[in-house]
Every structure is written in structure tokens, then in C-alpha cells.
Nanobody, 114 residues
Framework: QVQLVESGGGLVQPGGSLRLSCAAS????????MGWYRQAPGKQRELVAR???????NYGDSVKGRFTISRDNAKNTVNLQMNSLKPEDTAVYYC????????WGQGTQVTVSS
């Protein structure tokens, strides 16, 4: 059974930083894509960042230059370093993995507020 477990969400002031982590279990081969999506209240889920097994990265336009994705292929983990956070970054952040099918974590809340 494939599971994605996120950690690292929380409350941070504008301009602050947070680091999200996600570990995939139940997969014993290469994960083609791992990444992060987010969903704010009343909005559609949107891409934050995704990274292929080979190292190619894609970022959502609103986070370019502020967020950095990284992954450890050997451990099946993916991280998201979020800097210069803004109130509009407030959302539930979901870990994502594509391994023959799409898998999602349970989500972790990120709140940016003073």
C-alpha cells in the first residue's frame, strides 16, 4: 500500500520560512515524479513545484524564486523549502507522487499571518 506522509506545516509570519517534507512508503522502485500542490479555501488545487526522477523541476508562477524543491531518490522523499512567505501562500499543501498512478498525501496546513 502506497502512502505519502507530510510534515512541517504550521503558522509563520509574512516574510518567514518553512520547510515541508514528504516520505513515500510502499514503493520499492523509482518514482517518476514527486512534488507539491496546494489548495486554498474556495480555490482549485494548484501546482507548487514538481520534480522528476532525473532532476527536472517545475514551479508554479506564484512561487518562482521563493520556493525550492528537492528530493532524495534513494529514500523516496521530497522537500519544499519555502522562503519569503506571503499571506496568499496560506493553503493546505499536498504531497504528490506519480508511480504508475497518482498518489496524494493527507495534506498539511500552512498559514502565513501576522
Amino acid at each position: 500500500q502506497v502512502q505519502l506522509v507530510e510534515s512541517g506545516g504550521g503558522l509563520v509570519q509574512p516574510g518567514g520560512s518553512l520547510r515541508l517534507s514528504c516520505a513515500a512508503s510502499g514503493i520499492f522502485s523509482s518514482i517518476a515524479v514527486m512534488g507539491w500542490y496546494r489548495q486554498a479555501p474556495g480555490k482549485q488545487r494548484e501546482l507548487v513545484a514538481r520534480m522528476t526522477y532525473g532532476g527536472s523541476k517545475n514551479y508554479g508562477d506564484s512561487v518562482k524564486g521563493r520556493f525550492t524543491i528537492s528530493r532524495d531518490n534513494a529514500k523516496n522523499t521530497v522537500n519544499l523549502q519555502m522562503n519569503s512567505l506571503k499571506p496568499e501562500d496560506t493553503a493546505v499543501y499536498y504531497c504528490y507522487a506519480h508511480f504508475y498512478d497518482d498518489y496524494w498525501g493527507q495534506g498539511t496546513q500552512v498559514t502565513v499571518s501576522s
